[in-house]
């Protein structure tokens, strides 16, 4: 989620992020302090400056140290098995999640990142190149699923990716508020149904193998 190196083994690194997770945590972005982030790590601050680009790379770096990324792992799996997989698969798999995922601490850091984000110009461009790369992602799993007939080659992949991320981020803004989700069978089917409805023109919705039979028998 975020461009920062990510050098592995680096014992410094990951005690900063854990305290800087500490940090925004209990006092939110425009509270935290570089200096307590590397006081509480047991550092001076240029332990971050040497790492990280200043608050708000800090900021996306505790984001993704604590965020379990499901759709660029899925991404990167579809990628290997372009052959045999269906990207309409990934995007199922995506939607499915959305329901049963619990509001983790990289959740609520991310929730923090996009308030703050309206009064730190830094962190909104930060942020906006976040979001364009998982569109960009996007774009190229519907252009794939058009491609293999899957969905409706009329459809505009910027426009589907966007719905992706509205749908994402509306379930972000849940958690935070600790609202109800749908239980997740009658949101898969949701999710199944959708993708049907943007199939290929004139693709039925029910698979004539499947279909309930018309004389009731």
Not at 2 to 31: H, I, W
Not at 56 to 76: M, N, P, R, T, Y
Not at 93 to 100: A, D, I, M
Request: include cysteine.
């Amino acid at each position: 989620m975020t461009n920062v190196s990510e050098p592995v083994g680096d014992p410094t690194r990951n005690r900063l992020l854990a305290a800087a997770c500490e940090v925004f945590a209990e006092k939110g972005y425009d509270r935290a302090g570089v200096q307590e982030i590397a006081r509480r790590a047991g550092f001076t601050t240029g332990a971050i400056y040497g790492r990280f680009r200043g608050k708000a790379d800090l900021l996306l770096a505790a984001i993704s140290e604590q965020s379990h990324d499901e759709f660029d792992e899925l991404f990167a799996e579809y990628r290997r098995n372009a052959a045999e997989g269906r990207a309409t698969d990934v995007l199922a798999t995506v939607g499915s999640h959305l329901v049963t995922d619990e509001f983790d601490n990289g959740q609520a850091l991310l929730l923090e990142a996009f308030v703050a984000a309206r009064r730190e110009p830094e962190l909104a461009d930060m942020l906006r190149r976040m979001v364009d790369e998982q569109a960009r992602d996007l774009m190229l799993l519907t252009d794939a699923a058009k491609r293999a007939g899957h969905l409706d080659e009329g459809l505009d992949s910027f426009s589907v990716g966007r719905f992706c991320h509205a749908l994402g981020l509306g379930f972000l803004l849940f958690g935070a508020l600790d609202l109800e989700r749908p239980d997740p069978a009658p949101w898969e089917q949701l999710i199944g149904r959708l993708i049907e409805a943007v199939g290929p023109q004139g693709t039925p919705s029910v698979p004539a193998t499947t279909a309930a039979p018309v004389d009731g028998s």
